[in-house]
């Protein structure tokens, strides 16, 4: 009889089995949530997963690494935010539809959006930020004015291009569909104001978003405009920034913090609502970090060549990741050359959608999960402005202008290889050549204007700037380079007024423009009275230098505490010797230079009674002989 009973059993239980399917799926049969973040002019190093800066404290993208992929090379389909955002929104290369830069949008109406590619499939959407793909309102015209426009630019808003609902603005007003409580708002867009730091409404929105659509299937498209100008001084954040370091990179540093905070707060509500283990999370910087003079974020693309606005890696090579617990691999550091452009793809396939055959991307996951072992992309292809390039392999081309022409190996050591002295053109022309009939033909399938393209004045200067190494290396990218240990360590000396840099056999001080003096200090000395400050040093513009002490009984520095130097004006390398006429414990000391100089230290030695600290940026720099 007991077979008997359990089949009763089981056709008395297979009713409600059903119906409990049916109106709670379990999470395995729905359609995986796609979350794409994107940041803004964040560089490489900004990452803590990355490894490059000491700096960074990200715990929640570090932990999205930890839990997932981290693309080692990551790149996006443009160095600047309008056509990097066109690129990833459609999956298509945004040459292809004429978004080819800042100057060129608003992203077709005819182009397919993310969402609107999932809409077949049931998703529900939602864009969050800067959306920065719709024509720019008119000179003077009031903010209102977009919101209360029926044509125009309001048809190229999210809403029009295919998303359910939005929040649309990259700084305190936005058009919104909801309000933040998750109120549906009548007559939308309305323009909303929230006061507080970008990245907290920003981050409310979003959470707001998936408490409403827990059990949908849904894509989720949070623009960050974080590490952004204008740059900001949000608390607590930049209150746990090293004071040490340029007020600019503070300010992104507690910016990227902040967005990082909202992040973690996004995977913490996933878990909540019990879909963390059906949602798919890429998050991905729109391009490199600007940084010359009068644009630099405080963000950094160490240890990559180049910045915004060039096709060298430092400008379309930017923290990348992928997370899906439970499918994705954890822990996995990827290779192979990827692109935004495949965030597109991925969503279609995972949405069970047959593939757009106009879609440039391919779906990752297959080769993420080792379904694939081949690499996702035969070549990758750019062309912005007047440069154009190739990836293919671990070959790189890049055309400047009508004539210039860079080959370079990227096997090499990271920020060495994308430089003119290592512009292999010469010794592998036959690379070069199939490279350049690549691109050639990519670009043969784009509309005007075609390759080659004229110079451009910004583009050779970046170029003189960052490869040729020619140009005058700009102090934005020098402070860039000493706020990030690009070079050796300062060996406990910190800058004030300035920032610091080791390069060349000597300690430089890089004034930050301000009427101070700048100087470098020292704490926790125990030198025992008196004490004997010998320094190497080159300060082009002379002056007067000078050292100042606090005692183990000091409070602060005092101006009964000071001696001074005389520096020549000179190119060469000069010793100075200041004694420090005092019998007590020297336990801090501060060494000013001239404010209108750029002085260089090649050694500093404290010789007091009972030690002698000695530091040595270079054995190779001599004085001049007399």
Known sequence: ??????????????????????????????????????????????????????????????????????????????????????????????????????????????????????????????????????????????????????????????????????????????????DLQGHKLPNAPQMLTDKRFRCIWQTDAALSFIDRHAHDPFFLYLAYFTPHVPLESPEPWFSRTPEYLPRERRQALAMIAAMDEGIGKIRARLREQGIDQNTLIFFIGDNGAPLHAGAWDGSLNLPLVGEKGMLTDGGIRTPFLAAWPGTLPAGKSYEPPVINLDVAATAVALAG??????????????????????????????????????????????????????????????????????????????????????????????????????????????????VKLTGAKSTTRKKAAASSGETANTQAWLGRNCTLQVADGALHLLPDGKAARPFITRNGLNLAGPVTATLRVRCPGGGTGQISWRTQTDDDFSRDKIATCKLAATADWQDVKVEIPITDLVIHVRVAFPGATDPEIARIELRGANTTISTDWSAKTRPSQP
């Open 353 to 466: 959608l047959p593939r757009d055959e106009k879609l440039d991307g391919v779906n990752l996951i297959p080769f993420l999960l080792g379904e694939k072992t081949d690499h996702p992309h035969a070549a990758l292809f750019w062309r912005w402005r007047s440069q154009a390039a190739i990836r293919s392999d671990h070959w790189k081309l890049i055309l400047l202008g009508p004539t210039e022409r860079f080959l370079f190996d990227l096997n090499g050591p990271e920020g060495q290889t994308e430089l003119a002295k290592n512009n292999l053109l010469t010794q592998f022309p036959e690379v070069a050549a199939d490279l350049e009939k690549q691109l050639m033909a990519w670009n043969a399938t784009l509309p005007p204007p075609t390759l080659p393209r004229e110079q451009n004045a910004q583009d050779e200067m970046f170029y003189d700037t960052h």
């Open 1 to 178: 009889m007991k077979p008997v009973v359990t089949l009763l059993a089981a056709l008395l239980l297979a009713p409600l089995a059903a119906l409990h399917t049916a109106e709670a799926p379990p999470s395995a049969a729905r359609k995986p949530n796609i979350i794409l973040i994107y940041s803004d002019d964040h560089g490489y190093a900004d990452l803590g997963a990355q490894g490059v800066d000491k700096d960074i404290r990200t715990p929640n993208l570090d932990a999205l690494a930890r839990d997932g992929v981290r693309f080692v090379r990551g790149y996006v389909s443009a160095p600047q935010c309008v056509p990097s955002r066109a690129g990833v929104m459609t999956g298509r290369y945004q040459q292809r539809f004429g978004v080819e830069d800042n100057t060129k949008g608003p992203l077709p109406l005819a182009e397919q959006t993310i969402a609107e590619l999932l809409k077949p499939a049931g998703y529900v959407s939602c864009q969050v930020g800067k959306w920065h793909l719709e024509p720019p309102p008119a000179r003077g015209a009031a903010k209102e004015e977009i919101a209360n426009t029926e044509t125009g630019a309001r048809a190229f808003l999210p809403g029009g291009q295919g998303f359910d609902e939005y929040f649309t603005g990259p700084m305190n007003n936005f058009m919104a569909s909801h």
